[in-house]
C-alpha cells in the first residue's frame, strides 16, 4: 500500500513563490515517474509537470518556466517549486504515479493565489 504525505501549499499573493512537497513510501516512490496534478472545482485534473526516475522532467505549456519539478531519491520525495503564481493557479495540487494505478490520490495541498 502506497504511503503517501503532501504538503506546502497556501495562500500567496500574485508573484509570489511556494514550494509543495510530496513523500512517498519506498515501493512507491523508486523507480517510478511522479508527477504533480492540480484540480478546481468543476474541472478535471490536469498534469502540471512530472518527474521520470533519470530525473527527465516535462511541463504543461500554463506553468513551464514558472514551475521546477525534482526529486530526491535519497528522501522518497519530489517537490514543485513554483514561482511567478498568477490566480489561475489556484488549486488543490495532487502528487501521483501511473504506477500506482488510477484511483489512488492523496489528500492534495491546497495552492490559493489572490490577484
Known amino acids: 500500500q502506497v504511503q503517501l504525505v503532501e504538503s506546502g501549499g497556501g495562500l500567496v499573493q500574485a508573484g509570489g513563490s511556494l514550494r509543495l512537497s510530496c513523500t512517498a513510501s519506498g515501493r512507491a516512490f523508486a523507480g517510478n515517474a511522479i508527477g504533480w496534478y492540480r484540480q478546481t472545482a468543476g474541472k478535471q485534473r490536469e498534469l502540471v509537470a512530472i518527474?521520470?526516475?533519470?530525473?527527465?522532467?516535462g511541463y504543461s505549456d500554463s506553468v513551464k518556466g514558472r514551475f521546477t519539478i525534482s526529486r530526491d531519491n535519497a528522501k522518497n520525495t519530489v517537490y514543485l517549486q513554483m514561482n511567478s503564481l498568477k490566480s489561475e493557479d489556484t488549486a488543490v495540487y495532487y502528487c501521483?504515479?501511473?504506477?500506482?494505478?488510477?484511483?489512488?490520490w492523496g489528500q492534495g495541498t491546497q495552492v490559493t493565489v489572490s490577484s
Open positions: 518527474i521520470r526516475p533519470e530525473k527527465n522532467t
Open positions: 501521483h504515479s501511473p504506477a500506482w494505478g488510477p484511483d489512488f
